[in-house]
C-alpha cells in the first residue's frame, strides 16, 4: 500500500502532483448450469422469470441448498489467486429493499468468505509488473434485472438472474493510475477464463466492478475513498478513474472537503454522479442466514481441485519464454487467451518457437484484429499455417512469397503444400534461371554495376530487381551470392 | 443497550414499516425491555465455547449442478399485483 511512489503515474493537479489510489471489486459471474441455492438455469436470454425457481421468487417457506459447483468454482479461483482457501465459511444476509430482490435480502458471505487473501501479478504495458493484493473472495447471490424503458412509470422486473452465483474478488487498494486497474482487471478475466470458473463476457454483465477512487499527496494517509458502481468494460473503467481522481482533485485544490459517497460512471456525458438513493442503505444489517449451515469441507477436497487445474498464464508465459525462446512480451500476447496460447502450441510443436510466434502474432493475429475475428474463427487453422513455417523452412518458398500463400489460404483455404504447387509458387533454387535474370540486369544497368565495385551496398538494389524479374520466386540466399561474385563484391 | 426515538424511526424505515409519530415512544419502550431481556445473556460466561449453528450435528445439505426447475414464469408473476409479459411491474424506480 505505501510502495514507492512512480512521479510518472502522478496526475498533475493546479497546485501540484497527487497520487491516485484504486481499490476494486470485481462481481464475476460463476460458471454453473444452475442457481447458487436453486435448481434454475442460469443461460442467459431466457424468456422473462422463465429461469425461475419458487426459491428464486422468494416464495415464502422455500429453502436454499447450496450448489456444490459453485462452491467447487470458488476455491479454484481462491487457488488460481494463490489464496488462502477457508474450510470453514458462513453466509450472512446482507439486508436492503430493491423490486430485483426478492427475498429482501441478499445472501453473501460477510466475516467469514470462503476465500481469504492472495495476490495477483499484473503486466504492465512499459514491461513493468506489479503485485496486486486480494483480500477476499466470497460467494453471493446476483439480483434480477430491472428495465426502466419499457413505460413511463413503471419499471418492468425480470428475476431470471436472481441468485446466479457471483464471486466478489476485492483487492487492496494497491492500484495507482488507471493504467494499472486496466491491467487489473484483464489481467483477472484472464485467469478467470482459463480456469473456466467465469466467462468474463463483461458485455453480458457477467463481469463487472465497483471501483473505489481516492486522491492524496504523495505520502499522505489515504484520502477519502469514492466508489463507483458497476462499470461494465474495461475501458470504462479506465475513463472513470480518471474523471473521479480529476473531480476529487478539483474539490480539494479549491479548498473543499470528499464526502464518502457511492457515484455512478456516465460514460455518454464523461462524468461521475451521487447515487444519492444508495446512501442510508448501507445499513445492511448483516447477520448470519439461520437457513444455512456454515459451509465446511476438508483439505483434501481442495488438494483435489488444485489437482484438476489447468496450466495458468503466468506459468504458461515464463514455460513459453524457457521452451520456445520467447520475449517476455510477446510471450504474454500468446498466453492472453487461453485458446491463443493452444494454436500457438500447436503450431510451434516440432517446429521453431520463435519463428511460429512471429506468425501467430504478426500475420496472424493482425489479420484477425483486422476482421474483428476472434482466434476460435481463424480460417487459418494451426495445421495450415505450420504447413506454411514448413514450406519457408525446406526452402520451398520464400519468406516473402510466404505472406502471399497466407493470404490465399486465410481467403480460399486448402492445403499450403498443395496451393504452392498448383500455382508454381516454388522457389526457383536453380541457379541456372536465377543467372539468367542475373545477366539481364547487369547487362542493362553498367553504370549502377561499375557504382556498386565502390558502393557495395547497391547489391540491394540488384537483389531487389532480380527478385521482382524472378516474380519473387527467387531464393534469395542463392540471388546474393551469385550477385556479389559477377559484381565483384565481398 | 438501549435505542433512542431517532434509532426507532430508522429501524422501521430501513425495514420498510410506517410508524406513525405518536407509536414511535411505546415502540422505544417495548424494544428497549426486548434489549434489556436479551443482555441478562451477557452475564453467561462462554469464553472458549464454540459458537452453535445446529442443535444437532447436522452438516450443510447441499446438492449437485443439475437444472431440475425454471418454465413456469405464469407462476412465478401468479400473485404479482401488475404483471406484463410475465415481467412483475413496479412503480419506476430508476437512478
Redesign the interface.
Known amino acids: 500500500m505505501n510502495a514507492p511512489v512512480n512521479p510518472k503515474k502522478l496526475i498533475k493537479g493546479g497546485l501540484h502532483d497527487w497520487e491516485v489510489v484504486i481499490g476494486m471489486e470485481i462481481h464475476a459471474q460463476v460458471t ?3 442457481k447458487l441455492f ?4 442460469t443461460a442467459f436470454g ?9 426459491v428464486d ?1 422468494a416464495m415464502p417457506g422455500m429453502l436454499p ?7 467447487a468454482q470458488a476455491v479454484r479461483t481462491g487457488l488460481g489467486l494463490k489464496a488462502k482457501i477457508n474450510l470453514r465459511s458462513v453466509f450472512d444476509r446482507k ?1 436492503y ?3 430485483d430482490l426478492p427475498q429482501g435480502y441478499q445472501i453473501s458471505q460477510y466475516k467469514d468468505p470462503i476465500v481469504g487473501e492472495g495476490e495477483v501479478l499484473v503486466d504492465l504495458p512499459d514491461g513493468e509488473s506489479i503485485t496486486v493484493g486480494i483480500e477476499r473472495l466470497h460467494l453471493e447471490q446476483d439480483a434480477g434485472k ?3 424503458d ?10 431470471n438472474r436472481s441468485g446466479v452465483a457471483l464471486m466478489e474478488i476485492v483487492s487492496r487498494p494497491d492500484l495507482r493510475s488507471s493504467e494499472e486497474a486496466k491491467a487489473y482487471v484483464t489481467k483477472l478475466r484472464t485467469i478467470l477464463r482459463y480456469l473456466g470458473t467465469c466467462d468474463g463476457d463483461m458485455e453480458k454483465g457477467n463481469l463487472r466492478a465497483d471501483v473505489n477512487v481516492s486522491v492524496r499527496k504523495p505520502g499522505d494517509p489515504l484520502g477519502t475513498r469514492c466508489e463507483i458502481k458497476n462499470v461494465n468494460s474495461i475501458r470504462f473503467i479506465g475513463q472513470a478513474i480518471e474523471t473521479e481522481a480529476r473531480r476529487q482533485i478539483a474539490i480539494i485544490e479549491d479548498g473543499g472537503t470528499i464526502s464518502q459517497e457511492t457515484r ?1 460512471f456516465d460514460p455518454g456525458k464523461g462524468e461521475t454522479r451521487s ?1 444519492r ?1 444508495k446512501e ?1 442503505a448501507h ?1 445492511y ?1 448483516y447477520f ?1 442466514d439461520p437457513d ?5 469441507f476438508d483439505q483434501a477436497y481442495v488438494d483435489g481441485l488444485a489437482a484438476g487445474l489447468p496450466e495458468l498464464p503466468d506459468a504458461k508465459k515464463a514455460r513459453f519464454v524457457a521452451d520456445f525462446g520467447l520475449s517476455a512480451y510477446d510471450a504474454g500476447v500468446l498466453v492472453a487467451e487461453r485458446a491463443s496460447a493452444d494454436f500457438y502450441e500447436a503450431v510451434a510443436k516440432g517446429r521453431d518457437g520463435k519463428v511460429a510466434a512471429n506468425w501467430v502474432i504478426n500475420e496472424l493475429f493482425g489479420r484477425l484484429n483486422k476482421e474483428g475475428l476472434g482466434i476460435d474463427q481463424s480460417p487459418v487453422s494451426a495445421d495450415q499455417l505450420g504447413s506454411i513455417i514448413d514450406l519457408i523452412g525446406e526452402g520451398t518458398i520464400s519468406g516473402k512469397i510466404a505472406k502471399d500463400l497466407f493470404e490465399i489460404v486465410w481467403t480460399e483455404g486448402g492445403d499450403p503444400r498443395a496451393v504452392v504447387e498448383i500455382r508454381g509458387m516454388k522457389q526457383v533454387t536453380d541457379t541456372g534461371a536465377i543467372e539468367t535474370a542475373v545477366d539481364e540486369i547487369i547487362a542493362k544497368n553498367p553504370d549502377k554495376v561499375a557504382q556498386a565495385k565502390e558502393k557495395p551496398t547497391l547489391l540491394g538494389w540488384f537483389v531487389g530487381q532480380t527478385m521482382k524479374a524472378t516474380g519473387g520466386k527467387a531464393n534469395p540466399a542463392a540471388v546474393n551470392a551469385l550477385l556479389k561474385a559477377k559484381l565483384g563484391i565481398e | 443497550m438501549s435505542v433512542d426515538a431517532q434509532t426507532v424511526r ?1 429501524i422501521a ?2 425495514a ?1 414499516i410506517a410508524v406513525s409519530e405518536e407509536d414511535v415512544a411505546p415502540l422505544q419502550g417495548e424494544l428497549n425491555a426486548i434489549l434489556a431481556f436479551v443482555e441478562q445473556l451477557g452475564a453467561v460466561d462462554v469464553s472458549g465455547v464454540e459458537p452453535m ?2 442443535v444437532t450435528p ?16 405464469t407462476d ?2 401468479a400473485n404479482a399485483p ?1 404483471t ?12
Open positions: 454453473s448450469r444452475s436453486s435448481g434454475a438455469s431466457a424468456e422473462p422469470n422463465d429461469n425461475v425457481s419458487l421468487a441448498v447450496i450448489n456444490t459447483e459453485c462452491v439486508n429493499f430493491y423490486p430491472s428495465l426502466h419499457q413505460a413511463p412509470n413503471q419499471s418492468f422486473v425480470d428475476l455512478l447515487m438513493s442510508e445499513d444489517r448470519p444455512l449451515l456454515p459451509l465446511e | 430508522r424505515h430501513l420498510r449453528t445446529s447436522m452438516r450443510m445439505k447441499k446438492r449437485e449442478d443439475v437444472v431440475t426447475e425454471g418454465g413456469r414464469a412465478i408473476v401488475e406484463e409479459d410475465h415481467y412483475f411491474l413496479v412503480p419506476k424506480v430508476v437512478e
